[in-house]
């Protein structure tokens, strides 16, 4: 049963103030019950009981965190009723793909345990000492990575589960050895503390601290101001908009001790086709639309930008596109204030910014897919034509030359993903084109799609800014545990007081690299 509530530790918050419901957004329909958003004093409370238990989680064996990993995986899966059918209802996402988005949810934290419990993420370098180097001694010096401390996690609008409570974030400050505070997201209150509540009681069934894990409710950013300012919180991780994500980082970056804050925030994923892909424009008109409808195009990887060659080549293309886009039905949107933020923006992009629609069929309940159009020359003029609108739309831009193209992707801003549709003989083509890309994004796609993220250790779901306010590091995949540790090293330090992953017998069976080598031996 629901309670409203904030989860701190083992206490729950108390029910005071106005409180804030979620709503049904096919609907309308208010859902019960009523969430209260969490005080100041809470949000102290929860930052100071993840500092209180960071002592003996970051110090929890592999094996054992590993175990806490693969237990929140199995209790969702355990919960998978309840927590859909509520998600169902606070954001209209079909069952299937919700389905889809716990089991994914339950994969990582598990790919995690994987990490955890194999142990050589910590990247341990060790370089013996020498005493009789000339002409002074070689000291003994080791490093390993460690973990940072609390981490503040931003819940999401667009994924209730795989970036929210238990999602990406929260999986790997876990991995890393960090205990967790979660700023619940507004319009999925009821899946959030259904979430929550598994994580709590894994926490207390692993005998660990009860800080290890808290759960925030607000119905604005007033806690998630307060929590990202907290001295106690070390890192934030983030997936949203642009415009919260950079007050976030605006919010660390001026703390007395500034932290680091990993925001994933805005990206229209340019798709270019290439001449050799136009004899299959059928078939790429239907996968580029289902790509950019997908989940009513509120996927931060949605292909927002189509560029195409000059228009006698892709008439095709386009008036296929533009078939298919008349004939969607309108969709339901997450909110209320998301679908009002859709329309704005393609009022935006048609009216002041000179995009031409192609096709935006009317309609009077939900929000209808848009197709839009503008020339090369446009973009490198007005670059806001570039910039996301969070919805079924996509802007197909036409440009005149290989020297034009080259001109458009040497003056985009970051983004998560590029994608390449053509042939082998285009792609060994464009090795230029691909060369000013790998400097652009996170993700080069070849005849593909990026509304797939594959979880998987190799992945890199991040991007230059805007798309994320670090360039270096990724939420998705197992490379995102490094986001939330750094390297601390060891002069002269004896054997017994060493991390245990950096002493001689190496006991953990870790892949270290010793005096320049890489090797799992004892020394």
Known sequence: MLNGTSILGTKRSATTGEGFYGINPATGEQLQPAFFSASAEDVDTAARLADAAFSSYSKLSNSRRAAFLRSIADALLKASREIIERAHLETALPVPRLEGELARTANQLRLFAEVVEEGSWVNARIDTADPERKPLPKPDIRSVLQPLGPVAVFGASNFPLAFSVAGGDSASALAAGCPVVVKAHPAHPGTSELVGTVIRECVATAGLHEGTFSLLFDSGIEVGSRLVQHPLIKAVGF?????????????????????????????????????????????????????YTLGAGQFCTKPGLVFLPPQDETS???EEMRRRAASLPAFT????????????????????????????PDTIFGTAAALLEADAEDILKNPALTEEIFGPTTLLVRYQSREQMLRIAESLQGHLTATLLGTEEDLAGHQDLIAILERKVGRI????YPTGVEVCHSMVHGGPYPATSESKSTSVGTLAVYRFARPVCYQNIPQPVLPEALRDSNQLGLLRMVNGQISRDAI
């Not at 209320?336 to 031409?356: D, F, L, M, P, S």
């Not at 796609?445 to 593909?448: L, M």
């Open 333 to 360: 949107m997450l909110t209320a204030g998301i679908a009002a933020q859709y329309k704005r923006g393609i009022a935006q992009q048609t009216q002041a910014n000179g995009a031409r629609v192609v096709a935006a």
């Open 445 to 448: 796609i070849f005849n593909g």
């Open 239 to 291: 997936t949203g908009s642009l415009k919260a994500g950079r007050a976030l980082m605006d919010l660390c970056a001026s703390r007395p001790e500034p932290i680091p804050c990993y925001a994933e925030m805005s990206s229209t994923n340019p798709v270019f086709v290439l001449p050799g892909a136009l004899k299959e424009h059928d078939k790429i008109a239907a996968d580029l639309t289902a790509s």
């Open 316 to 318: 095709g293309l386009v």
